[in-house]
Nanobody, 128 residues
């Protein structure tokens, strides 16, 4: 069983930055891929970014490419999402998720169904 806990959300002005963290416990963190998803009010949950088990491969949604950076520290069992140049349309609840495969398939890793465990989410609000 893997438990995930997100932190770092908050209110920020457009153009600002935030860094989200997701701490994992249970399982072997260094052996599985991690992803970030978000869900805006009235919309479905969508893929944001993912990182393979070693950190060697990263994947991004087109809407955040060049603005967001995903990284992981396997010694701390933590994955991060650095968000720069934030826009009001980035407002959402952000969720981290664990994919118990190693995350080598760039198509599958963007699918919600690929993930086995989810955190409770952290709210990010970007004001204009």
């Amino acid at each position: 069983q893997v438990q995930l806990a997100e932190s770092g959300g908050g209110l920020v002005q457009a153009g600002g930055s935030l860094r989200l963290s997701c701490a994992a416990s249970g399982g072997t963190f260094s052996s599985y891929a991690m992803g970030w998803f978000r869900q805006a009010p009235g919309k479905g949950r969508e893929f944001v970014a993912a990182i393979s088990w070693s950190g060697g491969n990263t994947y991004y949604a087109d809407s955040v490419k060049g603005r967001f950076t995903i990284s992981r520290d396997n010694a701390k069992n933590t994955v991060y999402l650095r968000m720069d140049s934030l826009k009001p349309e980035d407002t959402a609840v952000y969720y981290c998720a664990a994919d118990l495969t190693r995350g080598s398939n760039p198509y599958l890793i963007q699918l919600l169904s690929e993930y086995d465990y989810w955190g409770q989410g952290t709210q990010v609000t970007v004001s204009s």
